[in-house]
């Protein structure tokens, strides 16, 4: 029972640590990958605060080198599905009635303890497992995560300082429930941090939930739940299993006590699991809480009046940082034709330093994709390209898979602004450019806006501000986050809430107390000091 109101810690973004030649970071990350890289991690799932092993395990494969064994992890089965909701009901109500500072506490203890002694090896399991670059990774699995934790709690203290008025003789209260069953995170491989957040956020307001990753990114989420326990949470509330996603679907979806999801990952399965909700909406005891966000295809706009060299740079960095494999990364750009020399110019003297390989090697940029599924999907974009007429690849196309998922940062041009890689999102380090006429700027911005059913991000460069104003007024739809003068990637949590529209999701921006809201069912409450004996009013004398 809380006994004041009490003030939360100060927050701020953590500080995002360089890892320069010949720091002390550098090098305790580097000796962290090389411990993980010769070890082999036995990941279990966990169900009511245990470790659950199957014996039936499936491989963890580095991307850049996909015949190197670095651990496995162990698949469950539907009993293993309902055992994880059955642990969370069974912790909804103690985990409910917790006290909200007890609750903050765990997580910011978990932000603490990542920031602190398991930051080498939160970074050093991304790395080796999403072929992230030390630098992505650190602004994502370490940076990001610890202000997801931090903020959010943040962001609880407020919603709960958010109150009624009152008159005389009358208290009003609002009450900010948990809601009622249990919320099913589904988490992507792309982000440690956004794996991280989608449980934590909806427990922190009360919830337990059902988890499950990507089979492709539990190298990281075990160490993410070996924070979360040691910071104190307790069993049943955040159970994590690694299951088939259509039979977890199945049960999941399927169960009575099922009161929301958080979700990110691909649109086409997010639509499915809306329309099997919907399919499933007599079942329920109340309508689920729907939040997710999908993909993207994320462009960058240039006016003639904007610089080259910022255009330039951030298409490199927008397009190709973490292999293109960002929900908001720089998929198709639209050059005006007097600027095209300059920007291709300076494209080209950038790509041919970029190098590609292995994270453990500082001086890569760019990795591999994270698996052969997606390598053998981004290549068909490749070639699919390699054979329109109306598209020229004027730098990349060239792969390799025989040791790691390699693809080159790809640049094609194309004549058709509708054409296929303009259109379709291809989540790989593939970018493709339309050429317009200077006089027609004003035309080609609706050509952004209506190219694609997605609104995730985008971004404007230009030098003049009419046009700044009027792109940003024709664009409005067209990206939930919106950048001027910058690349369209990098959001960070308490600067720019991130979340898109259209095929992108509900845009319910993760980083910002509208996610919370989503996660709390509110009461109203009023109490009457002295309540009437009379039942007449005045104007029945």
Known sequence: MNKGFFKIPDVKNEPV???AP?????A???AMYDKLWNSVRDIPMYIDGKEVRTGKTERVKP????HHN???????DVTHIQSAIDAALKARKQWAAMSWEQRASIFLKAADLIAGPYRAEINAATMIAQSKTAFQTEIDAACELIDFLRFNVKYMAEIYNEQPNSQPGIWNRME???LEGFVFAVTPFNFTAISGNLPASAALMGNVVVWKPSLYQVYSAYVVMKVLIEAGLPAGVINMIMTDPAETARVVLGNPDFAGIHYTGSTTVFRSIWKTIGENIHLYKSYPRIVGETGGKDYVWMHPSADATEVAVALIRGAFEYQGQKCSAASRAYIPASRWKEV???LGRMLSEIKMGSPRDFSNFVTAVIHEGAFDRIVNYIEDARKNPDCQIIYGGKYNKSVGYFIEPTVIVTKNPKSRTMVEEIFGPVLTIYIYEDAQWEASLELVNETSEYALTGAIFSRDRYAIETATIRLVDSAGNFY??????GAVVDQQPFGGARGSGTNDKAGSKLNLLRWVSARSIKETFVPPIDYTYPFMK
């Open 17 to 19: 640590k360089q890892y």
């Open 63 to 66: 991307p850049h080198d996909h």
């Open 484 to 489: 001027i003068n910058d690349k369209p990637t």
């Open 176 to 178: 900010y429930r948990p």
């Open 344 to 346: 291709n110019e300076l």
């Open 28 to 30: 305790e990350l580097q």
């Open 22 to 26: 010949g720091s002390p970071e550098r």
């Open 70 to 76: 670095v651990g496995h992890y162990h698949m469950g």
